[in-house]
């Protein structure tokens, strides 16, 4: 009963009005608060970029000092929550560990979880901001046995991430400049999708008046999926696998056989059907890296390009519109500058989070906002008389 509109994966649902990202996926563009993603992510920090998010306009240098002072009083955490990893296996996955300690923040930070306060809302999203990449570098130091590196403030927000990464007590860490720029514009390319499915899962929780920290918790859990953030990951390990050139052939073939669940992990998207131009981006910036770390013969690079090649002149990838997307070249990247695959999506997360909290406020502060609750096309029993256990067959 009832009159809705069926539509699974919500292909034509406008889930809300919004001013913060757009996206024309036939064109292949990508527009933060209108300004084109290639020049945010050339010209811009990841704090510019952010606060352009979050606030709507590009700061100005008193703007921008201001906010990066209010980030970086925050980036410690609460050293009772450091105690909180010894409780996870070593070898537990770090987006799992992710989903629990940024859950686990609502318990630590009360001053931050009372939604209809502006001054909570706004203490919430500088903590979160300045804690994910503490968080996500101490999540990895966990899992590699090695003491946890504190956050240096006065670099940059991509450099002191670095660094709390892959410094090692009794040891200079040295700045790369080349590999610092790659890792901003990765967090910028990543830092907001509009109506996504980790960020329709951060309003859809936050529209029940949720806590922010659960909110951004339930956002991780829902990027994980490997057809979503975890795409980099499955990316990577598909290239590795495939391993030289001589085995494209075959996994194309496969990617085509409708019998074959098997699909090029990089390629397609939901929105865009012309090249993801963060693709483009990401893929110039994986030649730098490449190139930074002596590593531009590397083969799994070769299989990319060629895999790319062969699937973009392929009918049934230009039938179906199916293009790299930002995945295709952000694993072998990453990989690049030393993180392991299981951190990939944690990249990820970190830089969403700028895009989940700007999305979060946007809808707490819309007066329009009304809980979620998507209704159903019931195809299940009509109703019957109950049978009591002894009757039933
Ligand atoms: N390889 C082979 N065939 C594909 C692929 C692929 N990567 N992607 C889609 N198709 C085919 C699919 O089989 C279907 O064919 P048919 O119409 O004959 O049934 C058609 O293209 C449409 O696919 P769909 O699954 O209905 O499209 P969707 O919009 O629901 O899914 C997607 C989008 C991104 C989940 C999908 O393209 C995919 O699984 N890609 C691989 C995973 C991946 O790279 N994900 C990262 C997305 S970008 C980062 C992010 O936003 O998180």
Redo the contacts with the bound molecule.
């Keep these: 009963t009832g009159c809705f509109t069926y539509d699974p ?1 919500f ?1 034509s649902t406008a889930s809300c009005e919004s001013k913060i990202t757009y996206i024309d996926g036939d064109k292949g563009i990508l527009l933060y608060r209108g300004y084109p993603i290639d020049e945010l992510a050339e010209h811009t920090t990841f704090l510019e970029t952010a606060y352009l998010l979050l606030y709507g306009e590009l700061p100005t240098k008193v703007q921008y000092d201001a906010f990066k002072l209010r980030i970086t009083r925050h980036t410690m955490l609460h050293e009772q929550m450091n105690r909180f990893f010894s409780g996870f296996r070593r070898d537990a996955h770090p987006m799992a560990i992710m989903v629990g300690v940024v859950g686990a923040l609502s318990a630590f930070y009360h001053d931050s979880i009372d939604i209809r306060d502006p001054w909570q809302r706004e203490m919430a999203s500088i903590r979160m901001i300045a804690k994910m990449p503490t968080i996500a570098a101490m999540a990895y130091k966990y899992s590699i046995g090695q003491p946890f590196v504190y956050p240096k403030n006065e670099l940059d927000y991509s450099a002191n991430f670095m660094r709390m990464c892959f410094a090692v007590p009794c040891e200079e860490y040295e700045i790369d400049p080349v590999l610092t720029r790659a890792m901003r514009r990765i967090f910028i390319l990543h830092a907001d ?1 509009e109506q ?3 960020t329709s899962t951060v309003r859809l929780a936050g529209s029940s008046g949720a806590n922010p920290f659960a909110c951004i918790s339930a956002g991780i859990a829902c ?1 994980w999926g ?4 975890g ?2 990951e ?2 990577l390990m598909m290239l590795e696998e495939i391993g030289s050139v001589s085995r494209i052939e075959e996994y194309v073939r496969r ?2 056989d ?1 019998d074959d669940p ?10 865009y059907k012309n090249y ?1 131009p963060r693709a483009k981006i990401m893929q110039k910036t994986c030649h730098e890296v490449l190139a930074a770390v002596g590593h531009q013969d590397d083969p799994i690079l070769k299989v990319a390009m060629e895999l790319e090649k062969i699937a973009l002149s392929d009918e ?2 230009i039938e ?1 519109k ?1 293009y790299p ?4 070249y952000s694993g072998i990247t990453l990989k690049a500058l030393a993180s392991p695959p299981t951190c990939f999506t944690v990249l ?1 997360a970190l830089a969403r989070t700028v895009g989940w909290i700007a999305q979060w406020k946007e809808m707490i502060e819309d007066p329009s906002q009304r809980i979620g609750r998507p209704r159903q096309l019931y195809t299940g029993a009509t109703e019957r008389a109950f049978v009591p256990m002894d009757d039933r067959h």
């Design positions: 994966g292909t999708h996504n499915a980790s990027l490997p057809a979503h953030g795409a980099n499955a990316a990617a085509k409708k098997f699909r090029l992990m990089g390629f397609g998207h939901r929105v993801d049934y990838f179906k199916l997307n930002i995945d295709f990820f």
